[in-house]
Nanobody, 121 residues
Framework: QVQLVESGGGLVQAGGSLRVSCTAS????????KGWFRQAPGKEREFVAA????????MYADSVKGRFTISRDNAKNTLYLQMNSLKPEDTAVYYC??????????????WGKGTLVTVSS
């Protein structure tokens, strides 16, 4: 069983930075690819970024490429999303996900409860 708990969300001004984290518990966490999805009010859940189990491969949505960086520390069972140059349209609940394979669709097996990121203009 894998449990995911996000933290680090909050309110930030446009152009600012924020880092959200996801701590996992459960067996085999370090061998699972991980990712981030987000869901804005009234919108569908969308892919943000993903990372392979070793950290050697990353994927990003076009909307965040060059601004967001996904990383992981398997020794600490923690996943990170560094968000720079934030825009009001980045406002959403950010979800940490884990599964045996990377996908850009929201069909990952394990989900956290989410952390809210609000970007003010």
């Amino acid at each position: 069983q894998v449990q995911l708990v996000e933290s680090g969300g909050g309110l930030v001004q446009a152009g600012g930075s924020l880092r959200v984290s996801c701590t996992a518990s459960g067996r085999a966490f370090s061998t699972y690819p991980k990712g981030w999805f987000r869901q804005a009010p009234g919108k569908e859940r969308e892919f943000v970024a993903a990372i392979s189990w070793s950290g050697g491969r990353t994927m990003y949505a076009d909307s965040v490429k060059g601004r967001f960086t996904i990383s992981r520390d398997n020794a600490k069972n923690t996943l990170y999303l560094q968000m720079n140059s934030l825009k009001p349209e980045d406002t959403a609940v950010y979800y940490c996900v884990a599964d045996r394979a990377i996908s850009t669709t929201p069909d990952w097996d394990y989900w956290g409860k989410g952390t809210l990121v609000t970007v003010s203009s």
